[in-house]
């Protein structure tokens, strides 16, 4: 009995410490610039990958460690891309932060509506970015927002 409850002890803990914390962003907070920084990324992304140049982007700066992800097997990961097809619209939805990030370097979600030429499924394109210089931390496509759990 004392083992069952110290692994489920265990376990609840693992759980909890792995849940993303973010803070919704209201809507007269929202930093322009992040966003239309991070808009313009993702239109770059895709016309890269539809045009097959799988060179640096030179007018964003990237986290490194995004930056190794995407280039280890950029072709690869358009090829991904490009069976959603083509963007035809792309409008902002909302803006969070990371809990965890909030006194040190704050990283902001920003999440963007997307209707894909041949994806239904996939509603959102997600950006992580930072605060300091606009550094883009992260991009995802998915069906819900990403994030766990939202504090209110």
Not at 115 to 143: A, C, H, P, T
Request: hydrophobic share 35%.
């Amino acid at each position: 009995m004392k083992k069952k409850l110290l692994l489920l002890a265990i376990t609840g803990s693992l759980f909890a410490s792995a849940q993303k914390n973010y803070t919704k962003i209201g809507t007269s907070k929202i930093s322009t610039e992040r966003v239309y920084v991070s808009e313009n990324f993702i239109k770059e992304y895709y016309k890269k990958c539809e045009n097959k140049d799988y060179s640096q982007f030179t007018h964003f700066i990237l986290d490194k460690r995004l930056e190794r992800i995407l280039f280890e097997d950029y072709e690869k990961k358009c090829e991904e891309v490009n069976q959603s097809g083509k963007i035809n619209a792309i409008k902002l939805n909302s803006a969070y932060v990371k809990d965890y990030t909030k006194n040190s370097d704050p990283v902001e979600l920003i999440v963007f509506d997307v209707d894909f030429e041949k994806s239904k499924d996939l509603k959102y394109i997600n950006i992580w970015i930072y605060r300091d210089q606009n550094v883009i931390n992260g991009i995802m496509i998915s069906q819900e927002k990403p994030f766990v759990k939202s504090k209110k």
